[in-house]
């Protein structure tokens, strides 16, 4: 059992940064594939960037040269950082982690960017 807690979220302003992070806890975090994802009111939820532990990173077209993933497998965390926001980046964001047909989530974290 996995468990999430994304921290970060907040108010910015376009072309403004922002770091979310995500902590991990239960064993095993550096076999699970760490992902973001984001979801807007009656949209689906899309993935943002993910990483697996000696993986490259893959991004949504999106945010490709804005968002970077990163992850820290003796802290059990995982970040995104995100930087040139823009409106349409405005989300909630969710922590996820993957292994086999093993997945969890977090709770979530508002990003809003407006000016």
């Known amino acids: 059992q996995v468990q999430l807690v994304e921290s970060g979220g907040g108010l910015v302003q376009p072309g403004g940064s922002l770091r979310l992070s995500c902590s991990a806890s239960?064993?095993?975090?550096?076999?699970?594939?760490m992902a973001w994802y984001r979801q807007t009111q009656g949209k689906q939820r899309e993935l943002v960037a993910a990483?697996?532990?000696?993986?490259?990173?893959d991004y949504a077209e999106s945010v490709k040269g804005r968002f970077t993933i990163s992850r820290d497998n003796a802290k059990s965390t995982v970040g995104l950082q995100m930087s040139s926001l823009k409106a349409e980046d405005t989300a909630v964001y969710y922590c996820?982690?993957?292994?086999?047909?093993?997945?969890?989530w977090g709770q979530g974290t508002q990003v809003t960017v407006s000016s």
């Open positions: 239960g064993s095993g975090f550096w076999l699970y594939t």
């Open positions: 996820n982690a993957k292994h086999v047909f093993q997945t969890y």
């Open positions: 990483l697996s532990t000696g993986g490259a990173p």
